[in-house]
């Protein structure tokens, strides 16, 4: 299930953590992703999405977000301005599987909204496609 809002501060992790720790007290197996996390620090902090998101669940990895990148604007302009290599779809698609593969429930929080660019030619509903998820 992806977790997805009209833009970043609109309550997208609350109401992931909050349904996590819910499953999590139903006894699932929940796993709690934040694929890209922008604007953070060098070192993951307490504060960050991806880190509130692994703690809502017990989980032991991933413990932060995916990928992270410091620049506080969507994830493609992110990562051109940090001079790293383009998300790549099937690269994506691929490590959610991995992370994911023992679980019941996998939430996936995006970075931004529903058409937030991940990368200048696939966005956020393309990437709930892929996965066959439903999208709250």
Not at 1 to 18: H, N
Request: proline residues 4%.
């Amino acid at each position: 299930m992806f977790v997805t809002g009209t833009d970043s501060g609109v309550g997208k992790t609350w109401v992931g953590c909050a349904i996590a720790r819910a499953l999590v007290q139903r006894n699932h197996r929940v796993m709690a992703i934040k694929v890209v996390e922008t604007g953070t620090d060098l070192n993951p902090s307490a504060g960050e999405d991806g880190v509130q998101l692994a703690a809502a669940t017990g989980q032991r990895a991933p413990l932060q977000a995916l990928y992270r990148f410091r620049a506080p604007v969507t994830p493609a302009v992110a990562a051109e301005l940090e001079g790293a290599d383009k998300l790549d779809f099937d690269t994506v698609v691929s490590e959610i599987e991995r992370v994911a593969r023992d679980t019941e429930i996998t939430l996936v929080e995006t970075a931004g909204g529903l058409l937030a660019p991940l990368a200048w030619d696939w966005n956020v509903v393309d990437l709930a496609e892929a996965l066959g998820a439903s999208v709250l």
